[in-house]
Every structure is written in structure tokens, then in C-alpha cells.
């Protein structure tokens, strides 16, 4: 879909905890599918259980968690998945 968007460059890519409750096995096809799309364009997984998508190869993981935890403590952490190679 990024990809259609904008055929060149790709748009990014979010997904709010779309496979929250999908079996292993789809979870590891689709962690390669992001993986694969995150060569070419930024992929935005939002999610309160990151090690779903510990599969996921080259992802770099922000907690954006520790950015409210003063003002609220209970926050669920999130992930970000970007494209390879970029922070």
C-alpha cells in the first residue's frame, strides 16, 4: 500500500497492534513482510507488548514510554519500526 502511494519513495507505514491476536506462525510471516517493506520505506508498528515483534531484523525499537512516565506512569510502552538504516 506504502508503495502505491508513492511509487519512488513509499509513504510510511503505520500499524497499531493490527496482529495482537494472530498465532506464531502468521506472526513470523508477517514480522519477514515488515522486515522486507522496511528496506524501502518507514514502517510505524504502535504497540503495549514489543516483544511480538522481536522477529522483525533491522528494526530499530523506540519506548516512547519513558517520554510520559513522569506525568503518566502508567503508560504502555510502544515500539517503532523504521526502515533499515535509519534512526
Known amino acids: ?10 509513504v510510511p507505514l503505520v500499524i497499531d ?18 522486515a522486507l517493506l522496511g528496506e524501502s520505506v518507514q514502517v510505524i508498528l504502535l504497540t503495549c507488548d514489543p516483544g511480538r515483534y522481536d522477529g522483525i531484523v533491522g528494526a530499530h525499537r523506540e519506548d516512547f514510554a519513558r517520554h510520559f512516565r513522569t506525568a503518566q506512569p502508567d503508560h504502555p510502552a510502544l ?9
Open 1 to 10: 500500500v506504502a508503495c502505491l502511494v508513492d511509487p519512488a519513495d513509499g
Open 17 to 34: 497492534d493490527a496482529l495482537a491476536f494472530t498465532d506464531p506462525q502468521r506472526l513470523d510471516r508477517m514480522s519477514a513482510a515488515f
Open 79 to 87: 515500539a517503532m519500526v523504521g526502515a533499515a538504516g535509519t534512526d
